[in-house]
């Protein structure tokens, strides 16, 4: 990363004072890799680490990576806040990229490997298997993988195949002659994705019990059965990974979901942008299928093993071995919900606050379902981004809608690699009588909102739960979320209005107490953020905390930058993506930069503000970006009552602040530092999980 020289402090829009995003991303996997090696995790949750970061460098190339080759394509200048062209950031990323796949293998075959062989968990190589096993092998390979596998001859009237995207394949050196007498030397192997791509061994034949096989050892083991009468004198294993982001014209279409529907194939076979060989394959080889798909050489990269590590994300959930494993836990239920039977009566009360995963996602799939079940409950709105095939609150939405109620939901289709599902989703509920919209075209819906109305008496009551994630439940688990019930008479009104945006036209006028983007977010945001640095400068009480997923913007970053200039402590928790540099003398002295990786991953977007003494807190959907800010639907929700304000500072803030075992603090030249220390250990999720979870 760049050292920041001096920087003149009036110049805040000066392209050294800004990180590029995409190395910032690149450092967020450096991070996760890092978990793979912290011997203070257990040994199979070090192996998914390790998978998870393989998986997002995967979506990485497909969307950032593939729309930075598309701009190189057509001659774009366009140039972000760093001043960086596509063609410099892919330079970077290139070089960057590579060390970090090398540094992961190392990680797989220097550590994990081994010590997992230690522990009887072992994943066999050919040249390992005893006689037994190879002859288990061979019959497995009989029976599954060759009735189903198609090999293709490269020939004139054979082209080389279109791999789908990410998918495992062979190139193949022949020698002999086939039965009409042809060879062109080569071939190309499928495997298709219907077959598992980690085989456990037959008790019969295992030494230990938990030894397994890859699929691609298998098939390079027996690939010249495949082409009778001839030999195979070689067989590498690929990968491609393509263009996967659609392209809707928003202007034209008129029914989104088909346009969605139409566009959806054409992500398998979009445009190459990195080719995986292993490291093995000679160089004419992996160069000639470079060429096949038109990929430069710093676009390939040599892996040593499995060409997709996400091959072995299926072996923690294979073997059972909970010592090496995060201790389960369970989820508790705040006592006010427990002495209820009624979530409206447990509302009513008091605005209640759901820490996830540390606390149950139970209350809301009970809400929905009392709702649906309710005689006096009239409407359900929600709004759906993420949800998971056989969701719990789908169900109770369909439940509601076939009981009579109106259900109306607001359904993202266009929520990145879920938009198959949604698209699912979205039949389902309309064939059961729910009215389903899409949202805004041109805005994502990312909101994450839902409002139950419920005759009370002579009047009618809006119950509200407002969320920072996705009504998905088994995210629940993994991620860091919050999600709070209402029944504030003004909250409830701001909801009903923004439901009335997404699904009506004409303004919906001013909210009273959620800010909305792509209206009033970013600017109140950049008011608060001013308010802090003017609070500053007359002496009083100022300091801003704020946690999120990614910071981007460069107005907020400015505004930042220039709070700091005035004094105001500004404490940032950024999971992943930082584009601002803390610590840059005359700029950024005030500003401490953060990042938490640990079990869970952290989602959660907190912003609070010291306000001259009355702190304001908000939860939101929305993290510190661009899109977030002017490209989506996305709420911003106050915390009202002291006492939850107080309970959010000290969990989202205090905890994370203290936290010496999973924190990584961010440098002025982009680099990352574990934070480490001899005293106590004080992991902030696992303080939470203490004080929050059974």
């Known amino acids: 990363m760049d050292v920041v020289t001096a920087v003149d402090p009036t110049d805040l829009a000066n392209p050294d004072l800004y990180i590029n995003r995409e190395l910032s991303q690149l450092e967020f996997m450096r991070r996760v890799v890092a978990q793979a090696e912290d011997e203070s995790v257990p040994l199979l949750e ?33 140039r972000g806040p760093d001043n960086m062209s596509p063609v410099d950031q892919l330079r970077q990323i290139g070089l960057t990229a590579q060390e970090l ?9 220097k550590t994990l490997l081994p010590k997992l062989d230690k522990q009887g968990i072992r994943i066999l190589r050919a040249e390992d298997w005893n006689s037994k096993q190879q002859s288990w092998l061979r019959r497995f390979f009989s029976r599954e993988l060759a009735p189903i596998i198609s090999p293709v001859g490269l020939d004139p009237s054979h082209p080389f195949p279109e791999p789908l995207n990410k998918s495992l394949a062979f190139i193949v050196t022949l020698e002999g002659k086939d039965a009409f007498g042809r060879n062109s030397g080569k071939a190309v192997v499928q495997a ?13 034949t295992s030494t230990s019990g938990n030894e397994f096989v890859l699929l691609s050892s298998i098939v390079e083991a027996h690939i010249s059965e495949l082409f009778p009468g001839m030999r195979a004198t070689g067989c590498y294993q690929f990968r491609l990974t393509r263009n996967s982001d ?21 992500r398998r076979y979009g445009d190459a942008v990195r080719l995986e060989v292993a490291s093995d394959c000679p160089e004419e080889l992996s160069a000639f299928l470079a060429s096949q798909f038109g990929l430069e050489r710093d676009l390939v990269y040599r892996c040593d093993g499995p060409v997709n590590l996400m091959r072995l994300a299926a072996l923690p959930d294979l073997v059972e071995r909970p010592d090496l494993k995060y201790p389960g836990f369970t989820p508790s239920i705040p006592d006010r919900v427990r002495n209820h039977e009624a979530m409206f009566d447990a509302i009513r009360a008091g605005d209640i606050l759901l820490h996830h995963p540390f606390e149950s996602f139970a209350p809301f799939v009970d809400f929905l379902r009392q709702a649906a079940r309710d005689p006096n409950v009239l409407s359900i709105r929600q709004t759906l981004y993420r949800t998971g095939t056989g969701s719990a609150v789908v169900e109770a939405l369909v439940d509601a809608a076939t009981r009579g109620k109106e259900v109306l939901v607001v359904i993202e289709l266009r929520a990145r690699f879920d938009e198959e599902a ?11 009588g729910a009215q389903v919209v899409y949202g805004v075209v041109g805005h994502k819906t990312h909101a994450k909102m839902c409002m139950v109305i419920r005759r009370e008496g002579k009047s009618l009551a809006r119950y509200v739960h407002l969320g920072t994630g996705n009504y998905h439940i088994r995210t629940t688990r993994l991620y860091t979320d919050y999600g709070l019930f209402s029944c504030d008479p003004e909250l409830g009104e701001d909801v009903q209005k923004v439901f009335q945006q997404l699904t009506a036209m004409g303004k919906a006028g001013k909210l009273k107490k959620i800010l909305q983007a792509p209206f009033t977010l970013h600017s ?25 997923n990614s910071l981007v913007e460069p107005q907020i970053i400015q505004a930042l930058y220039a709070a700091s200039q005035a004094g105001v402590k500004v404490e940032l928790i950024v999971r992943g993506i930082c584009a601002l540099r803390p610590g840059v003398k005359g700029i950024s002295d005030n500003i401490r930069v953060r990042s938490i990786i640990g079990r869970f991953l952290e989602h959660t977007r907190v912003f609070c503000f010291e306000n001259g003494g009355d702190r304001q807190v908000f939860l939101s959907s929305a993290d510190w970006m661009g899109r977030n800010f002017f490209n989506r639907v996305e709420t911003c929700f106050p915390v009202q009552s002291k006492k939850l304000k107080e309970r959010v500072f000290h969990e989202a803030f205090e905890t994370y602040l203290a936290d010496n075992a999973q924190a990584w603090e961010l440098h002025a030249d982009g680099s990352y530092t574990h934070v480490r220390s001899k005293r106590e250990r004080k992991a902030a999720q696992e303080m939470l999980l ?5």
Not at 48 to 61: G, Q
Not at 192 to 204: A, H, K, N
Not at 529 to 542: C, I, L, S
């Open 46 to 78: 070090r192996l998914r680490f390790l998978c998870i970061a393989s998986s997002v460098l995967d979506e990485f190339f497909e969307i950032r990576v593939a729309g930075l080759k598309q701009q190189e394509a057509y001659g774009s200048m366009q």
């Open 192 to 204: 298709p994705r219907s077959l598992p791509r980690i085989v456990r061994l037959d008790e019969s």
């Open 690 to 694: 203490l004080t929050l979870a059974e």
């Open 524 to 548: 109140t945001m950049v008011d608060f953020v001013h308010a802090e640095a003017e609070n500053a400068r007359k002496k009083k009480t100022a300091a801003i905390y704020a946690k999120m």
């Open 246 to 266: 659609l392209f809707v014209d928003e202007e034209e279409i008129d029914d989104l979901l088909r346009a969605l529907e139409g566009e959806l194939s054409s």
């Open 101 to 109: 796949v090398e540094h992961q293998y190392h990680v797989l075959n």
């Open 422 to 432: 949604n698209i699912e989703l979205a039949n389902k509920l309309q064939s059961v």
